[in-house]
Structures are given as structure tokens and as C-alpha cells.
């Protein structure tokens, strides 16, 4: 029987977390949520972070869900409390995820507004490893520019520079990137960096603590992603969102139009 796993996110940076999954499991149908009509989550506030999510809830509450998967730091930093009242099945979130995995002494995170400004991570990591040096840096830009149909390589290789130039010159050991879309751009990251800087997608640490909640036989490695169990869902821009599904994921897919109800 297969587990039932939601996936939400602003738009398309839960494909990362979609992709770790996929790739080490095939017992899964996943119901992938995109509330593109409000990205980017990144500059709202507090209370309509709390108030998306209350309607994020909603939405999910008749999937029968075995499990969330908090893709949107942003919410994650803000509302993993209401998710997990109002669903009542196991969240596994981003920054809980990889704060237990921190290995160096200087830590730089890349981030949203909201969640640097929530502290979530610098609460997260030094909870549990003491004496850790945490650097954080707001990318407001990113992704909008990530979200972008057609990529405007000029402009992410600026701000990469941009965003990145501050933590390197604090000597950081590690780079947390603790935006679910900036994976997406990796590459463009890893090349401003010195190759003893480790970068960590969280991801891979949500993925890791879901598989050894819901065990699987044997660890696995598909070099194919198999999509057949997925559904997408999206707020607004079907059309453009099917172009990106095409576009990340090089496949074509139905995409669902979905009503949050909200005036936020």
C-alpha cells in the first residue's frame, strides 16, 4: 500500500524535496501543492504566513494524508505548529531536518525575509549543537528570478554573488540553503565558493527523517524518477506552472486549479 504524502510550497521549490523523495522510494502518492497565487511567502508577514497555513490545512484535511512534507521554510519558520494541530499526522519540516545534521563551527544560511527574521534556524541549530556560529543572509530576489519561466542566468549569477559575497567574508565553513528553491540554482552557488565550503540541501535531511519514520525494506536510488503517483495542484498560472513542470522535472503533467480562499 502506498503512503500518502502532501507536499506544499509557494511554487516550484518543493520540487526539490519531491525529488529526494523519489529518489529513494516508490511506495508514495504525493499530492503536491503550489500557492502560486501568493509567491513569493517570502516578505509576508507573521500572521498571513499563520493564516496561509490554516487554509493550506484545509485544503489537505480530506487526502487522507500519512504524512507532510513542509516544503516553504518561510511557513516552516512561522506555522509548523498549525500544520501539525490541524492535520494530525507527522510533519516533517526543513529546518528541524538538517539543524540536527550541522557539522561545522561557522555556519552561513541563505533565506527569505520572514524566516531570517524568525531566527527559527539560529534557534534550531543552536539548540542542538552549542557553540555554533551562525550567519544568516536575506536573498529577497531569488525566487522571484528562480520562479521565472525563462531564467535570466545574467541577473542569478549577480545575485548570487550578491547574497553570498557577505557570508563568505565571515569565513564560513558550511552554507545552509534554507530556501527550498535555491537548490534549483546549486550550480550558480557552488561556483562562488571555495570547494572546503560544504553546501547542504536540507531536503536531503527532511527525506532522510521521513524514511527512517516510515521504513522502507532496503535504502534505494532510482536514477529514474517515476512521477505516475504524483498530482499538482496550483492556486493561479496553470498553464505557466505546467511549463515549469515541464521545464525542472521533464515531464508533462495535469495541473489541478484549486481555490484557497483567502484575501490574503
Known amino acids: 500500500m502506498n503512503l500518502k504524502v502532501g507536499i506544499f510550497d509557494s511554487g516550484i521549490g518543493g520540487f526539490t524535496i519531491l525529488n529526494s ?15 502560486t497565487k501568493r509567491i513569493p511567502f517570502g516578505g509576508k ?15 489537505f484535511v ?25 492535520l494530525k499526522v ?29 531566527s527559527y534556524y ?15 543572509q536575506e536573498c529577497p530576489e531569488f525566487v522571484s528570478e528562480i520562479e521565472k519561466e525563462k531564467l535570466n542566468l545574467e541577473k542569478l549569477n549577480y545575485l548570487s554573488e550578491l547574497y553570498l559575497r557577505p557570508l563568505i567574508n565571515k569565513n564560513i565553513e558550511e552554507l545552509i540553503l534554507g530556501c527550498s528553491h535555491y537548490p534549483l540554482i546549486y550550480d550558480f ?13 536540507p531536503s536531503v535531511a527532511l527525506i532522510k527523517k521521513f524514511n527512517k519514520f516510515f521504513d522502507i525494506p532496503k535504502t534505494a536510488c532510482y536514477e529514474r524518477l517515476f512521477y505516475e503517483n504524483v498530482e499538482f495542484f496550483v492556486t493561479s498560472e496553470r498553464d505557466e506552472f505546467s511549463n515549469k513542470v515541464k521545464f525542472w522535472l521533464g515531464i508533462n503533467k495535469e495541473i ?8 490574503v
Request: aromatic residues 4%; proline residues 1%; glycine residues 2%.
Open 21 to 35: 523523495l523519489l529518489k529513494t522510494r516508490k511506495d508514495v502518492e504525493v499530492f503536491y501543492l503550489a500557492d
Open 45 to 59: 508577514n507573521f500572521e498571513e504566513i499563520r493564516l496561509i497555513a490554516k487554509e493550506i490545512c484545509n485544503f
Open 62 to 86: 480530506d487526502k487522507n494524508l500519512d504524512a507532510l512534507l513542509v516544503a516553504c521554510n518561510t511557513t516552516n519558520a512561522c506555522a509548523l505548529d498549525i500544520m501539525e494541530n490541524n
Open 90 to 118: 507527522p510533519c516533517f519540516d526543513l529546518i528541524n531536518s538538517v539543524s540536527g545534521i550541522v557539522d561545522k563551527q561557522i555556519i552561513g544560511v541563505l533565506a527569505t525575509q520572514t524566516t531570517v527574521r524568525s
Open 122 to 136: 539560529k534557534n534550531a541549530i543552536n539548540s542542538k549543537k552549542e557553540n555554533t556560529i551562525i550567519f544568516q
Open 189 to 201: 552557488l557552488r561556483k562562488k565558493l571555495d570547494s572546503n565550503i560544504t553546501i547542504i540541501d
Open 256 to 263: 489541478r486549479l484549486v481555490n484557497l480562499r483567502s484575501n
